[in-house]
């Protein structure tokens, strides 16, 4: 607990050393209807519809067990309805809502665990005390939602957004910009314990004059913030009461809303400096595409890093030097020139890196995630290995949950990236699904895989890449994905009255196959989709295009 706290007390007081006299702040002009002055309160079903929907996740501060709440809930509910709509009508957070017990998180696997560095404070709430905080985030959204709020490059714990829908943005661009020649820098920026150095004082300015929130609704968020406390409980044994005095508590169900609201100005002083930019959560990422010769436009990127780091620093969020990556994206020879210019922001230096981590998604300087594809097969590997010498003593039911939990997630992970990568490409991830197969079915190596993955309704790696984009395109053509992905779906009108006028076709943009630039989600998706027949095109609901898309691939692989 010491640690934990010693770390952002120190974090703090670094960046109250360097902070600026000015605060680059973005403020934004609410209509008088447009203000959240109090929350409604909710009825019986909805409460019980949430708790219900809730996982029945117990910690050491719940008095019973979830599941046996579950089961009484019928007796308590008008007790539990009671509290929550006097919380929300007064603007009082229970003091028993606001004490978390944390449990430290190792960041990876593979990092020494006696190191308490390596460990990540994880908050674990009153069961309760999240109901609450759902009812309040649902009418958080709604009010977010309605008057346009969110900033539009933010996927961060969005409804139809994800790291897979954040990444196809990115890659399309850097795609389509190498298709025409250019050169791109793409920059990562990492934050040192964001999460918990926010300032209440300033989150609680940004919600009221920037998210509009008034009344007995801000005083909630007051009392929410105020006299939190923490303790550590490892191993039956826990920590005396910390008081939190800074940060939102990760593992709660507001903090990460309240973060990514935190940091909305961030967009607007990025677009000032015209550079590209999409952010997940506290992971933000800066992409510029230039000529070969426009080194100029390096100094462009620097005053934005500049002006980022002094946003963030005035705003008590530390950037990370050691975690910051740059990658280029091009030839090899412009890139060796474009590498010698190495950016300097103060005490930042950003060197050049082969590969990046990003999102979980390794990117390397061809776009080819030729090293992407390496890892995922020398990890499924080793799991599948594993899972081979446990399957005698495995059920069926019980050795297929193991791979699809080790080894299918694996693959499917940001599939949509892998579009258009040639065969040879894919021949290591397919070797990984073969393999999985077979283990579970105990047939030999010289059997034929076709018959034996057509019998277990797995789709061969090409086509889950097929279903993928083909599945964004649909949430896209049906308000289901982010704008930016809807952008780039263009749907076809033919100049005169033509029969494919129906057929419910995408505009496919001429794209330069010769290049990687062919490969962009832009292109391959209306070229897909235009191959669908019209029975599958006709899908009213996901899960039903989901059905029809998924046997028409199948059919399509095995016949």
Not at 132 to 137: A, D
Not at 158 to 164: N, Q
Request: net charge positive.
């Amino acid at each position: 607990m010491n640690f934990f706290t010693n770390k952002i007390i120190t974090i703090r007081e670094k960046i109250d050393q360097i902070i600026p006299a000015y605060s680059m702040d973005c403020t934004t002009t609410l209509d008088p209807h447009s203000y959240l002055d109090c929350f409604l309160p909710v009825d019986h079903s909805e409460l019980i519809s949430v708790i219900n929907s809730s996982k029945p996740s117990t910690c050491v501060l719940d008095s019973i067990p979830t599941r046996l709440l579950k089961d009484v809930l019928p007796l308590i509910s008008t007790s539990i309805l009671d509290q929550i709509n006097l919380s929300l009508q007064i603007g009082y957070v229970p003091q028993a809502f606001k004490v978390a017990v944390v449990k430290p998180l190792l960041k990876k696997p593979t990092l020494d665990s006696g190191v308490l560095a390596n460990y990540r404070p994880i908050s674990n709430l009153p069961f309760i005390s999240k109901i609450l905080e759902k009812i309040v985030s649902k009418q958080l959204y709604d009010h977010l939602r309605s008057n346009n709020l969110y900033e539009d490059f933010q996927s961060g714990f969005r409804v139809h957004h994800s790291t897979e829908t954040a990444l196809v943005k990115v890659t399309n661009d850097l795609l389509l910009a190498s298709d025409n020649g250019l050169l791109s820098i793409l920059i990562l920026l990492d934050l040192s314990a964001a999460f918990d150095t926010i300032d209440h004082n300033i989150l609680l300015h940004r919600l009221e004059h920037v998210i509009g929130i008034k009344g007995t609704a801000l005083e909630w968020f007051k009392s929410y913030l105020s006299d939190r406390f923490q303790f550590v409980h490892v191993n039956d044994e826990s920590s005396m009461h910390s008081k939190v005095s800074y940060g939102v508590p990760q593992g709660s169900v507001l903090g990460p809303i309240l973060f990514t609201l935190y940091m909305s100005p961030l967009g607007n002083i990025i677009r000032k400096h015209s550079i590209n930019f999409h952010c997940y959560a506290d992971d933000t990422q800066l992409y510029l595409s230039m000529k070969p010769g426009e080194t100029n436009q390096l100094v462009k990127l620097q005053e934005c890093l500049k002006d980022i780091k002094a946003w963030m620093t005035s705003n008590f969020l530390l950037l990370n030097p050691f975690k910051t990556e740059v990658i280029l994206f091009g030839p090899k020879n412009l890139r060796d020139t474009m590498s010698k210019h190495i950016l300097t922001i103060d005490d930042l230096v950003l060197a050049s890196s082969n590969t990046v981590r990003n999102l979980g998604v390794i990117f390397d300087q061809d776009i080819s995630f030729t090293s992407y594809i390496k890892e995922i097969s020398r990890t499924a590997f080793f799991h599948l290995r594993n899972i081979a010498k446990i399957r005698s003593i495995l059920s069926q039911s019980d050795a297929e949950k193991l791979v699809h939990a080790f080894v299918t997630s694996r693959l499917d992970y940001c599939n949509s990236l892998l579009i258009g990568c040639p065969n040879n490409s894919l021949k290591s991830l397919q070797l990984i699904q073969n393999a999985a197969a077979r283990v579970l079915t105990g047939i030999s190596k010289r059997d034929h895989i076709s018959p034996t993955l057509a019998s277990l309704h797995w789709l061969p790696v090409k086509s889950r890449i097929e279903f993928k984009i083909l599945l964004l395109t649909y949430k896209s053509l049906n308000n289901q994905a982010p704008s930016y992905l809807k952008d780039l779906i263009v749907p076809y009108l033919p100049s005169r009255t033509l029969r494919s006028q129906t057929a419910g076709l995408l505009v496919v943009p001429r794209v330069s196959k010769c290049r990687m630039g062919g490969r962009a989600f832009s292109y391959q998706a209306p070229l897909l989709w235009n191959q669908l027949p019209v029975q599958v095109l006709e899908a009213d609901t996901v899960s039903t295009f989901k059905t029809r898309l998924k046997t028409f691939l199948f059919y399509k692989a095995y016949s």
